[in-house]
């Protein structure tokens, strides 16, 4: 344990984060989700429904009702990547490759399922291995998502999470490092929205739950804490190119979390939320981790406890009063 905290304090994560913005490699730029939604009305017997299967793919941007009681309350879950972008890549203790997109989409449902049962409505990003943008053929490049397209699938979670009028957001991703020592969770935020404080009390509570959840199994997971999503932003391609690239590397926000941009991006979240990216697959023992089908219920347990948390009554109010827009 102390090799890999001395190890991450030196390295301090100054190559980690350098992905595309629009890619949102744990990056949060694309990041798995959360968000809050209340819908007055809804009951265990609602049907689960895509929100806008013209605009999702198919699987995507779906809605489940609770399954026992009714908060009156709805919880926006993003799996980060997916489909044809499989994110951040690393490798298992054993030598078995793992991919983010893959790992993240059982988190997220877990996490939909316990959510549920507690009586939230629970919107989640995707349900499948797909894309969460339906994509158009310039959303593609050589098997690949363009820099379009990996900036239009993050864009989809966030109008996603506006439609079902979501009162907070949460993404779950993983992260990748340029050596197989970096190790550690984090979480992050930003601290220029009109709802600043709600991120933080968000992912504060998101950080503390998880990383407390997985120190319970005796896994000693560096805690990196909560940060603001300003010293995470990414790049996509080479900014010198000009366009999208040039956009991207000028923005220094997550998209998931991040403000309007003019010419860049024009539908950003409107409600609190956070970025979890609770380990890094290209450290074997934590890529070991992510794969397990124990590592993803202690992480799902971590997310559900902390949304419960922040959505929880306060002072005879639903929820944490903060703003949705």
Same mark, same amino acid.
């Given at each position: 344990?102390?090799?890999?905290?001395?190890?991450?304090?030196?390295?301090?994560?100054?190559?980690?984060?350098?992905?595309?913005?629009?890619l949102g490699l744990v990056l949060l730029v694309t990041v798995a989700t959360v968000v809050?939604?209340?819908?007055?009305?809804?009951?265990?017997?609602?049907?689960?429904?895509?929100?806008? !299967? %013209?605009?999702?793919?198919? +699987?995507? &941007?779906?809605?489940?009702?609770?399954?026992?009681?009714?908060?009156?309350?709805?919880?926006?879950?993003?799996? /980060?990547?997916?489909?044809?972008?499989?994110?951040?890549?690393?490798?298992?203790?054993?030598?078995?490759?793992?991919?983010?997109?893959?790992?993240?989409?059982?988190?997220?449902?877990?996490?939909?399922? $316990?959510?549920?049962?507690?009586?939230?409505?629970?919107?989640?990003s995707r349900t499948t291995a797909a894309s969460v943008v339906r994509l158009r053929p310039?959303?593609?490049?050589?098997?690949?998502?363009? @820099?379009?397209?990996?900036?239009?699938?993050?864009?989809?979670?966030?109008? &996603?999470?506006?439609?079902?009028?979501?009162?907070?957001?949460? +993404?779950?991703?993983?992260?990748?490092?340029?050596? !197989?020592?970096?190790?550690?969770?984090?979480?992050?935020?930003?601290?220029?929205?009109?709802?600043?404080?709600?991120?933080?009390?968000?992912?504060?509570? @998101?950080?503390?739950?998880?990383?407390?959840?997985?120190?319970?199994?005796?896994?000693?997971?560096?805690?990196?804490?909560?940060?603001?999503?300003?010293?995470?932003?990414? @790049? %996509?391609?080479?900014? =010198?190119?000009?366009?999208?690239?040039?956009?991207? %590397?000028?923005?220094?926000?997550?998209? $998931?979390?991040?403000?309007?941009?003019?010419?860049?991006?024009?539908?950003?979240?409107?409600?609190?939320?956070?970025?979890?990216? !609770?380990?890094? @697959?290209?450290?074997?023992?934590? /890529?070991?981790?992510?794969?397990?089908?124990? +590592?993803?219920?202690?992480?799902?347990?971590?997310?559900?406890?902390?949304?419960?948390?922040?959505?929880?009554?306060?002072?005879?109010?639903?929820? =944490?009063?903060? !703003?949705?827009?």
């Amino acid at each position: 344990m102390d090799r890999r905290r001395s190890s991450r304090e030196l390295r301090r994560r100054a190559v980690r984060r350098r992905r595309a913005v629009a890619l949102g490699l744990v990056l949060l730029v694309t990041v798995a989700t959360v968000v809050f939604v209340t819908r007055p009305g809804s009951s265990p017997t609602a049907t689960i429904r895509p929100l806008d !299967p %013209a605009r999702f793919a198919d +699987g995507s &941007c779906v809605a489940f009702p609770p399954t026992a009681g009714d908060r009156h309350a709805t919880v926006f879950l993003d799996a /980060g990547h997916g489909g044809i972008d499989p994110g951040g890549v690393g490798t298992t203790e054993a030598g078995t490759t793992v991919e983010e997109a893959t790992e993240t989409l059982p988190v997220e449902l877990e996490a939909r399922d $316990l959510l549920r049962a507690e009586g939230f409505e629970v919107v989640v990003s995707r349900t499948t291995a797909a894309s969460v943008v339906r994509l158009r053929p310039s959303d593609v490049s050589g098997g690949a998502l363009s @820099l379009t397209g990996a900036h239009d699938d993050v864009v989809a979670r966030d109008e &996603c999470a506006d439609e079902a009028h979501a009162r907070a957001l949460v +993404g779950v991703y993983y992260d990748a490092g340029a050596s !197989p020592e970096d190790a550690g969770s984090l979480t992050a935020y930003d601290s220029v929205r009109p709802f600043a404080a709600a991120n933080l009390r968000l992912a504060t509570l @998101l950080q503390h739950d998880v990383v407390a959840g997985m120190d319970e199994q005796g896994w000693s997971i560096p805690d990196d804490g909560v940060q603001t999503d300003g010293s995470l932003g990414s @790049l %996509a391609g080479n900014p =010198s190119d000009g366009g999208i690239a040039g956009r991207a %590397a000028a923005y220094d926000h997550l998209l $998931l979390l991040g403000p309007a941009a003019a010419g860049f991006f024009s539908t950003p979240s409107l409600m609190p939320g956070a970025v979890i990216e !609770p380990l890094y @697959l290209t450290d074997p023992y934590e /890529g070991s981790i992510a794969a397990s089908p124990k +590592g993803q219920r202690v992480i799902a347990e971590g997310i559900a406890r902390a949304v419960a948390q922040y959505l929880a009554p306060v002072r005879g109010r639903s929820g =944490s009063g903060a !703003p949705s827009g």
